[in-house]
């Protein structure tokens, strides 16, 4: 069964620190991947995608997010973290090709920054 | 332009009772998704329906089904409620059914169930 894996339950950090979030998933196809945000009170919001090309991406906010194949790896980063990232981020899986594949979230990495 | 919208937010229920949530899909999408996040945990895929049909389904028990309107609303329904079913409940539109559609998430329906 797919699934994704986020090995960082929670992560401390102070203002002007780089960030990384690890994110690995089991799936041996085509996969598209994304990293969502949650802030404090508010919805989930696409912080960035990968379909195909490129494999390094950017999203809002300064963020990148590098896709790994052979590593199965998909961690996002951010070289200078300010206090409003502090939120839940989530790394996501949607497998195969099918138009009906349904996406696979991690459990989730809570940010808090120190200002 | 309204983003995916979910009614109710909050929600109280007695264990065996059933509950109905409602989401109305961001504008020009027509896939609707329900997803269950359990505290702490990421959101789980409930099921997906496109032209008023389901069309994916996760590792959820019968307990809990869907309907999609002619204008893409939909509807989750949960029967027979369990403690366990006290969860934030979203929902996510996506333009036509596609390889590489993009989700967008709504607000969310917070249920607990006593």
């Known amino acids: 069964a797919q699934s994704v894996s986020q090995h960082n339950h929670h992560v401390i950090l102070s203002e002007a620190a780089s960030l990384e979030l690890g994110c690995n998933y089991s799936?041996?196809?085509?996969?598209?991947l994304f990293w969502y945000v949650q802030y404090p009170g508010q919805h989930l919001q696409l912080l960035l995608k990968y379909f195909s090309g490129d494999p390094l991406v950017k999203g809002i906010k300064g963020f990148e997010a590098e896709f790994i194949k052979s590593k199965f790896s998909f961690n996002l980063r951010k070289p200078s973290v300010q206090w409003s990232d502090t939120a839940e981020y989530f790394c996501a899986v949607k497998a195969g090709y099918s138009s009906a594949s349904k996406i696979i979230f991690g459990s989730g990495t809570r940010l808090s920054i120190r200002p | 332009d309204a983003g995916v919208t979910q009614s109710p937010t909050h929600l109280i229920k007695t264990r065996g009772q059933q509950v109905t949530l409602r989401c109305s899909p961001k504008?020009?999408?027509?896939?609707v998704s329900w997803y269950q996040q359990a505290l702490g945990q990421g959101p789980q895929f409930i099921f997906q329906y496109y032209e008023e049909e389901e069309r994916q389904r996760g590792n959820f028990p019968d307990r809990f089904s869907g309907h999609q309107f002619p204008n893409y609303s939909s509807e989750l329904n949960v029967n027979a409620l369990l403690l366990g079913d006290s969860a934030l409940y979203l929902c996510?539109?996506?333009?036509?059914?596609?390889?590489?559609?993009?989700?967008?998430f709504g607000p969310g329906t917070r249920l607990l169930v006593l």
């Open positions: 504008s020009g999408h027509d896939t």
């Open positions: 799936y041996g196809g085509t996969v598209n």
């Open positions: 996510a539109s996506s333009p036509k059914l596609g390889v590489q559609e993009t989700q967008y």
